[in-house]
């Protein structure tokens, strides 16, 4: 297991929602309807899995889950592709 690095601090919410940071969802494709796992560790560590990333791939730009190319190992739908020819 790689050694853990701490990233940032956030609180949590009067609904118990943490919002993880835009970066790290860039970083790590994450996207809308993302189904995460969560494992209690020991008495204040809690664990987060991708539990779904696997089995449908999305987009790293728009998050679709149609994607037709991977570009250095990034998913990438192919209206984005489009887009990125546009420019």
Not at 18 to 31: F, N
Not at 46 to 55: F, I, S, T, V, Y
């Amino acid at each position: 297991m790689e050694s853990m690095k701490r990233i940032c601090t956030r609180t949590m919410d009067e609904l118990g929602r943490i919002v993880i940071p835009s970066e790290i969802r860039a970083k790590l494709g994450l996207g809308e309807g993302d189904t995460f796992a969560m494992y209690y560790v020991d008495g204040n560590t809690l664990m987060l899995q991708l539990a779904e990333k696997c089995a449908t791939p999305k987009c790293l730009l728009c998050g679709v889950s149609e994607v037709t190319e991977t570009i250095k190992g990034k998913n990438i739908c192919g209206s984005c592709v489009e887009e990125i020819k546009k420019d």
